[in-house]
Nanobody, 115 residues
Framework: QVQLVESGGGLVQPGGSLRLSCVTSDSGFSFNSMGWYRQAPGNEHELVASKERYGSPRYADSVKGRFTIVRDNPKNTVSLEMTNLKPEDTAVYYC?????????WGQGTQVTVSS
């Protein structure tokens, strides 16, 4: 069973920064796609950022220019650097990894942006 373990969530003031990290129990090279999703209360699950094994990253319009996804295949990790955080970024963030029709999720980490 593939496991994804996230870390790095917390409380931050508007305009602040946070870094989320996710490490997988399988080789990073084995996943076609790795990324981050989030879900806020009352909202749908939405893609934040993702990166294919080889290729350019993809971002939600709402985070472009503020968030950066970094995928490190040899280290089996995918990270999300979040800057200029806004209250509307408050959500539970989930790490995701997908390959050959299978999809795996982390347990989720809470990010709260509030003064």
């Amino acid at each position: 069973q593939v496991q994804l373990v996230e870390s790095g969530g917390g409380l931050v003031q508007p305009g602040g920064s946070l870094r989320l990290s996710c490490v997988t129990s399988d080789s990073g090279f084995s996943f076609n796609s790795m990324g981050w999703y989030r879900q806020a209360p009352g909202n749908e699950h939405e893609l934040v950022a993702s990166k294919e094994r080889y290729g350019s990253p993809r971002y939600a319009d709402s985070v472009k220019g503020r968030f950066t996804i970094v995928r490190d295949n040899p280290k089996n990790t995918v990270s999300l650097e979040m800057t200029n955080l806004k209250p509307e970024d408050t959500a539970v963030y989930y790490c995701n990894a997908a390959r050959l029709g299978d999809e795996y999720w982390g347990q989720g980490t809470q990010v709260t942006v509030s003064s």
